[in-house]
């Protein structure tokens, strides 16, 4: 029996006067990988925004293990078992590879380990003594999603992970988002990448303008390829 980990409803999402999201309806249950499609603009990242908090004014309702989270700050959600992997990573130039892995502090309990860490990434154990302006996108891209995997978070939302990197190392993130499913994190992705996305997702939901305007479970994906195709130009 699926439990919910997230509930969204009818939320509406402002930066000063923009009105970005108008009525998000969503459920996430735990264990579950979700993306989360659309074309530039269509609302996505504001949508993860939401969820932790980062925009300007949320109405609506945001509920996390059952708990509304509409009116915290972002510290309070990130306390609730939320890590965010924003698209411009955030890597600190000036630490070394370990020391931007440990930087963050713990928001519960079960946080991974240095060496399971190096174990699941082993790019950056290869690393760990070289600043973070020395590291490749790809490994970039490892540390700011292996950092938020050390605070104990247990839903992940990760924005465009796979964005301007090498197959190769794409295929490496594909891999620990199956890591990271079996070890039962629940994940949230928003993906421009349709090809890294479909096989890895449970869920999909479709946005345009704000809104979702289509659900698509991973069963569905052939026989709803067209209308995909129409809605994300591809």
Same mark, same amino acid.
Do not use: W
């Given at each position: 029996?699926?439990?919910?980990?997230?509930?969204?409803? %009818?939320?509406?999402?402002?930066?000063? +006067?923009?009105?970005?999201?108008? /009525?998000? %309806?969503?459920?996430?249950?735990? /264990? +579950?990988?979700?993306?989360?499609?659309?074309?530039?603009? *269509?609302?996505?990242?504001?949508?993860?925004?939401?969820?932790?908090?980062?925009?300007?004014?949320?109405? /609506?309702?945001?509920?996390?293990?059952?708990?509304?989270?509409?009116?915290?700050?972002?510290?309070?959600?990130?306390?609730?078992?939320?890590?965010?992997?924003?698209?411009?990573?955030?890597?600190?130039?000036?630490?070394?590879?370990?020391?931007?892995?440990?930087?963050?502090?713990?928001?519960?309990?079960?946080?991974?380990?240095? %060496?399971?860490?190096?174990?699941?990434?082993?790019?950056?154990?290869?690393?760990? +003594?070289?600043?973070?302006?020395?590291?490749?996108?790809?490994?970039?891209?490892?540390?700011?999603? *292996?950092?938020?995997?050390?605070?104990?978070?247990?839903?992940?939302?990760?924005?465009?992970?796979?964005?301007?990197?090498?197959?190769?190392?794409?295929?490496?993130?594909?891999?620990?988002?199956?890591?990271?499913?079996?070890?039962?994190?629940?994940?949230?992705?928003?993906?421009?990448?349709?090809?890294?996305?479909?096989?890895?997702? %449970?869920?999909?939901?479709?946005?345009?303008?704000?809104?979702?305007?289509?659900?698509?479970?991973?069963?569905?994906?052939?026989?709803?390829?067209?209308?995909?195709?129409?809605?994300?130009?591809?």
């Amino acid at each position: 029996m699926a439990t919910e980990f997230l509930r969204i409803s %009818d939320l509406h999402a402002f930066y000063g +006067e923009s009105h970005i999201l108008h /009525g998000v %309806d969503m459920v996430v249950n735990h /264990g +579950e990988v979700v993306t989360l499609l659309g074309r530039n603009g *269509a609302g996505r990242t504001t949508t993860l925004k939401s969820i932790m908090g980062l925009v300007g004014r949320r109405t /609506g309702s945001i509920k996390v293990n059952g708990v509304e989270t509409v009116n915290l700050s972002p510290h309070a959600i990130a306390r609730m078992g939320i890590g965010y992997c924003p698209e411009e990573r955030g890597i600190f130039a000036s630490l070394s590879c370990e020391e931007n892995l440990m930087l963050p502090p713990a928001v519960g309990s079960g946080g991974m380990g240095i %060496d399971e860490i190096y174990a699941m990434f082993p790019n950056l154990k290869e690393r760990r +003594e070289s600043p973070g302006t020395r590291l490749s996108g790809g490994e970039q891209q490892m540390l700011a999603v *292996a950092r938020i995997l050390r605070t104990g978070a247990r839903l992940l939302l990760l924005d465009e992970i796979s964005e301007g990197l090498a197959p190769v190392i794409v295929q490496a993130l594909a891999r620990m988002i199956r890591m990271l499913r079996e070890k039962g994190f629940t994940i949230i992705m928003v993906e421009q990448n349709f090809r890294f996305a479909a096989p890895l997702a %449970d869920r999909f939901y479709v946005m345009e303008h704000g809104q979702i305007v289509e659900t698509v479970v991973a069963a569905e994906l052939d026989q709803k390829m067209d209308m995909l195709r129409e809605y994300l130009g591809v």
